[in-house]
């Protein structure tokens, strides 16, 4: 099986710069996504590793180590509409289905 | 544009009675899975198709039931038996290498009173 670890609740100042930690065991996996929820709505999706290192996309990074069993999301300038949870996701061998971390619900701040 | 539409958004049953989710996507994707999320639980599988007229128990099968009788279509039916019914549903659909990912719709949100 897979287990995923994240943090539950993170606050942030508008304007700094989060990074959201998701560490993981699993015997084996294909690569790992990140998702953004807001609340009461469907997640969208945000980046997909599959290579160990850093994958940046404006304001969003996402990075992994296989080696540590470790991702994290980076989140720079942060604004008000960035408060949401943010999910990490493990795609696993061959063609299983997405599993779930529970999501680290983010505030920023004013 | 392609999407993937689940109805209704809000859905109030009495307890005991059988309920079905519609979930309909025109992505041409292969892929279909319905995930149930609860306050603090994360998103878990019930069940998924990755071809039509097949499907497999998901994490949290018990309760619900399936049909994948089209490739757009995936509807979820939560039967009686499940014991706590109210909760968020997703539904989702991919490709069957899903690099780019799950498109999800927007949710039904059920209430069993």
């Known amino acids: 099986g897979q287990n995923i670890d994240q943090p539950t609740e993170m606050t942030a100042t508008e304007g700094a710069i989060v990074q959201i930690n998701c560490t993981y065991q699993t015997s084996g996996f294909n690569g790992l996504f990140w998702y953004q929820q807001h609340a009461g709505e469907a997640p969208t999706f945000l980046s997909y590793?599959?290579?160990?290192g850093l994958e940046e996309k404006g304001r969003f990074s996402s990075f992994l180590s296989r080696s540590k069993g470790y991702s994290y999301l980076l989140l720079k300038e942060l604004q008000m509409k960035d408060s949401a949870s943010y999910l990490c996701a493990l795609w696993g061998t061959g063609n299983t289905p997405l599993v779930f971390g529970k999501g680290t619900r983010l505030s920023v701040i004013a | 544009d392609g999407g993937i539409t689940q109805s209704p958004k809000y859905l109030f049953r009495k307890e005991g009675q059988n309920v079905t989710l519609s979930c309909e996507q025109n992505?041409?994707?292969?892929?279909m899975y319905w995930y149930r999320q609860d306050p603090g639980q994360g998103l878990r599988l019930i069940y998924y198709s990755q071809i039509v007229n097949d499907f497999q128990k998901g994490d949290i099968a018990e309760g619900y039931s399936v049909s994948r009788e089209k490739k757009e279509s995936f509807p979820l039916t939560v039967t009686s038996a499940q014991k706590n019914p109210t909760a968020f549903y997703l539904c989702?659909?991919?490709?069957?290498?899903?690099?780019?990912?799950?498109?999800f719709g927007s949710g039904t949100r059920l209430t069993v009173v």
């Open positions: 590793n599959v290579l160990d």
């Open positions: 989702a659909s991919s490709t069957l290498t899903p690099t780019e990912g799950y498109t």
């Open positions: 992505l041409n994707h292969d892929a």
